[in-house]
T-cell receptor, first 114, second 113 residues
Framework: NAGVTQTPKFQVLKTGQSMTLQCAQD?????MSWYRQDPGMGLRLIHY???????DQGEVPNGYNVSRSTTEDFPLRLLSAAPSQTSVYFC?????????????FGDGTRLSIL | RKEVEQDPGPFNVPEGATVAFNCTYS??????FFWYRQDCRKEPKLLMS???SGNEDGRFTAQLNRASQYISLLIRDSKLSDSATYLC??????????????FGAGTRLAVHP
């Protein structure tokens, strides 16, 4: 059971570089989301999607872009990395467009911006 | 005020102890509630959903008090393996958009021999 797969698991970037964090799920879930987790602050929602072609902003969207061209994939793009984006990033998916259902998480991407 | 608030802990308890976590939420229209468990440097995993009538799963009991807008998690007969951070999760109903799940910062539990 693959579930939610995130790549890469670790990444170090220099300030100003761009990169894409990949997220894929094989459970045919409509709802996908990206969170970042910083010490003492819990998980904060960056962007989410309720289906292919539909995305919306979460609590901390600045500096990040997303797209949802397929049900399976929900990549997160950092256009110009900043040290403040050093964090652990989790992708999650769940059932139901108007989701009252729990979400399943990938095992995270640890990102450091120098 | 944060949308979801938890006591950060840590709660240090001996094996066999009973421990209770509380969580408060600010949006009275919230409809879905969950407890997740997160081990150090790992992804959050669903522990249990919280239903209006309260629900139990083995040593774990979750309760919801809508009037006071808080959720609780009770762990009986604590095991060493229960050591983790427990995250309270609340859905935020749509205001022109879609439901969003909001996480509390988590309560850390350390069970010692």
């Amino acid at each position: 059971n693959a579930g939610v797969t995130q790549t890469p698991k670790f990444q170090v970037l220099k300030t100003g570089q761009s990169m894409t964090l990949q997220c894929a799920q094989d459970m045919n879930h409509e709802y996908m989301s990206w969170y970042r987790q910083d010490p003492g602050m819990g998980l904060r929602l960056i962007h989410y999607s309720v289906g292919a072609g539909i995305t919306d902003q979460g609590e901390v969207p600045n500096g990040y872009n997303v797209s949802r061209s397929t049900t399976e994939d929900f990549p997160l793009r950092l256009l110009s990395a900043a040290p403040s984006q050093t964090s652990v990033y989790f992708c999650a998916s769940g059932t139901g467009v108007y989701s009252n259902q729990p979400q399943h998480f990938g095992d995270g991407t640890r990102l450091s911006i120098l | 005020r944060k949308e979801v608030e938890q006591d950060p802990g840590p709660f240090n308890v001996p094996e066999g102890a009973t421990v209770a976590f509380n969580c408060t939420y600010s949006n009275s229209a919230s409809q879905s509630f969950f407890w997740y468990r997160q081990d150090c440097r790992k992804e959050p995993k669903l522990l249990m959903s919280v239903y209006s009538s309260g629900n139990e799963d083995g040593r774990f009991t979750a309760q919801l008090n809508r009037a006071s807008q808080y959720i609780s998690l009770l762990i009986r007969d604590s095991k060493l393996s229960d050591s983790a951070t427990y995250l309270c999760v609340v859905n935020i109903p749509p205001s022109g958009g879609y439901n969003k799940l909001i996480f509390g910062a988590g309560t850390r539990l350390a069970v010692h021999p």
